[in-house]
């Protein structure tokens, strides 16, 4: 295994800079995972738009201001509670084939929100809200979806490297199809509709990486 920090370059994550706070008092970390928990679980019941601080605070056992002197907006406190997720995201990545490690990361993410897991929902009402609340998507993406691109941005760049992909490989260009059909085969699956019938994460990829193999 390959400490993902070591394959990433940049020096410190945004996790690492969100992670550093100002001197005071320490908070409570019960109350902060609180109040991520029940703000994930009210997001992926009603969206970020009637999402209430009020109902945040009632679910997490703290009080309103508790929330406030965390996170300054409503908005602040939906893309922070997202960001929480990037803690199931892997610190290592396996060192087989460029094809193995993309199967497990994908199969993973499909099982994840295959199993009833409520975060299989949040992307998507996050999504629905990209164009009235833009603001709060750019941060949502940058904090929680180019975290996510990183890891398979790692597991291509290494598969070009070892000869396994073509040394022209457009790296982002793989890594979003990767991840648009992975997003649109669950979307669709989630709404009672399959796009690929018998389908599963082994055949997209082996269908993505025929176009980047090495001859």
């Given at each position: 295994?390959?400490?993902?920090?070591?394959?990433?370059?940049?020096?410190?994550?945004?996790?690492d800079?969100?992670?550093?706070?100002?001197?005071?008092?320490?908070?409570?970390?019960?109350?902060?995972?609180?109040?991520?928990d029940?703000?994930l679980?009210?997001?992926?019941?009603?969206?970020p738009?009637?999402?209430?601080?009020?109902?945040v605070?009632?679910?997490?056992?703290?009080?309103?201001?508790?929330?406030?002197?965390?996170?300054?907006?409503?908005?602040?406190?939906?893309?922070?509670?997202l960001?929480?997720?990037?803690?199931?995201?892997?610190?290592?990545?396996?060192?087989?084939?460029?094809?193995?490690?993309?199967?497990?990361?994908v199969?993973?993410w499909w099982?994840?929100q295959?199993?009833?897991?409520?975060?299989?929902?949040?992307?998507?009402r996050?999504?629905?809200?990209?164009?009235?609340?833009?603001?709060?998507?750019?941060?949502?993406?940058?904090?929680?979806?180019?975290?996510?691109?990183?890891?398979?941005?790692?597991?291509?760049?290494?598969?070009?490297?070892?000869?396994?992909?073509?040394?022209d490989?457009?790296?982002?260009?793989?890594?979003?199809?990767?991840?648009?059909?992975?997003?649109?085969?669950?979307?669709?699956?989630a709404?009672?509709r399959?796009?690929s019938?018998?389908?599963g994460?082994?055949?997209f990829?082996?269908?993505?990486?025929?176009?980047?193999l090495a001859?």
């Amino acid at each position: 295994m390959t400490p993902l920090s070591d394959l990433l370059h940049g020096g410190a994550t945004d996790r690492d800079a969100r992670g550093h706070r100002g001197p005071g008092r320490p908070r409570s970390v019960e109350a902060d995972k609180a109040i991520l928990d029940a703000a994930l679980a009210l997001l992926a019941e009603v969206g970020p738009t009637a999402l209430s601080v009020e109902e945040v605070a009632s679910r997490a056992g703290v009080g309103k201001t508790t929330i406030y002197r965390r996170f300054a907006t409503k908005d602040d406190l939906v893309v922070a509670s997202l960001a929480s997720l990037n803690e199931s995201l892997p610190t290592e990545i396996a060192e087989g084939t460029v094809r193995d490690c993309l199967v497990a990361m994908v199969s993973g993410w499909w099982a994840q929100q295959e199993d009833g897991n409520p975060s299989g929902q949040l992307f998507h009402r996050v999504l629905a809200h990209a164009k009235t609340n833009p603001q709060m998507f750019c941060a949502f993406y940058d904090q929680v979806i180019e975290p996510r691109r990183d890891v398979y941005r790692v597991i291509v760049r290494r598969g070009i490297e070892r000869g396994e992909l073509r040394d022209d490989t457009d790296v982002e260009l793989m890594t979003t199809l990767i991840i648009s059909s992975s997003v649109y085969v669950l979307q669709m699956r989630a709404s009672g509709r399959d796009a690929s019938p018998g389908a599963g994460p082994a055949d997209f990829v082996d269908a993505i990486l025929r176009g980047f193999l090495a001859a």
